[in-house]
């Protein structure tokens, strides 16, 4: 069964989120990075990029598949983990210590929009 931790909110699109003030750390869910299987490349945006909640900001490959990153939160990213270009496999490993974007929000309020770890977790259970 996928890792789900309490108290980061959740999107449809498997991102999660941890509030932390005004910046929102972003990064894809273990359920993702298991579905996905091994992660080869990370498309990162750039530093300064808007963003509006549900906008896609870059994407995982592996071997199985492509997919787009969405961002549960609107606003500007103000880093992004560049480890990841050269270690994309850090996803597989641990998907909640290898954050992919921080986002300052222009609408903190948007997360009440996602989903707690319970309301995930039943919707990933198989």
């Known amino acids: 069964m996928s890792k789900v931790i309490e108290g980061l909110f959740y999107s449809e699109s498997h991102e999660w989120v ?37 906008d896609a900001f870059g994407a995982l490959e592996s071997v199985k598949a492509a997919s787009d990153l969405y961002s549960p939160v609107s606003g500007e990213v103000v880093e992004v983990n560049s480890e990841l270009e050269d270690a994309p496999e850090k ?21 009440e929009g996602l989903l707690d770890a319970a309301a995930y977790e039943a919707k990933t259970k198989k």
């Open 18 to 54: 941890k509030v932390d003030g005004e910046t929102a750390t972003v990064g894809v869910t273990d359920f993702a990075q298991a579905e996905m299987g091994n992660i080869t490349y990370v498309d990162l945006p750039d530093e300064g990029d808007t963003l509006e909640a549900g």
């Open 91 to 111: 996803v597989n490993e641990d998907p909640y210590a290898n954050w992919i974007i921080k986002v300052r929000m222009s609408d903190p309020s948007e997360v």
